[in-house]
């Protein structure tokens, strides 16, 4: 009888852990801002792409000063690829790669070091290649946003909007 009296007091326990431990996201069918998994802010469905993605959050361009020491390169002067990925980053998607939105672990250390989860990267699509190519951008959570066109070896600032 002892036994049967402490089951639902350990599986309560259990689940507030739980709770704490992923903010409470996804438990209770809500996200941490309310909206529920797979619909935008608005409520409106986004396949693809969460109202909490990386994707979601990057909708206006960073018009800062760069926050790196790094090269500044021009959305004018991207390959027009790396520009089409620059509009499906702000739209959230949908992207081309099963990979793309994923998280950058900046192991290089070319970009500003930042907490892991920071940065999230997307392939730029090279006419002729059979696979993703070497060519990405990295957006920061802060709405920056990096171009490399050597696979991580070199970046530069994407100066938006110009």
Request: without cysteine; proline residues 7%; charged residues 20%.
């Amino acid at each position: 009888m002892r036994n049967r009296s402490i089951l639902p007091l350990l599986l309560t326990t259990l689940v507030v852990l739980a709770m704490v431990a992923f903010g409470g996201a996804g438990l209770l069918g809500h996200q941490a801002d309310g909206t529920t998994p797979g619909t935008a802010s608005s409520g409106t469905a986004t396949p693809g792409v969460t109202a909490t993605s990386p994707a979601a959050k990057q909708s206006a361009p960073h018009r800062g000063t760069n926050p790196s020491s790094l090269p500044e390169i021009r959305e004018s002067s991207l390959p027009a690829e790396g520009r089409r990925v620059l509009e499906l980053i702000r739209a959230g998607g949908p992207f081309q790669y099963g990979q793309d939105g994923q998280v950058f672990g900046n192991l290089e250390r070319v970009l500003p070091v930042r907490d892991r989860g920071y940065y999230r990267e997307y392939t730029v699509p090279t006419p002729g290649e059979s696979d993703r190519g070497a060519r990405r951008i990295v957006a920061g959570s802060g709405g920056e946003m990096y171009y490399t066109g050597d696979h991580y070896a070199t970046f530069k600032y994407i100066a938006e909007g110009n």
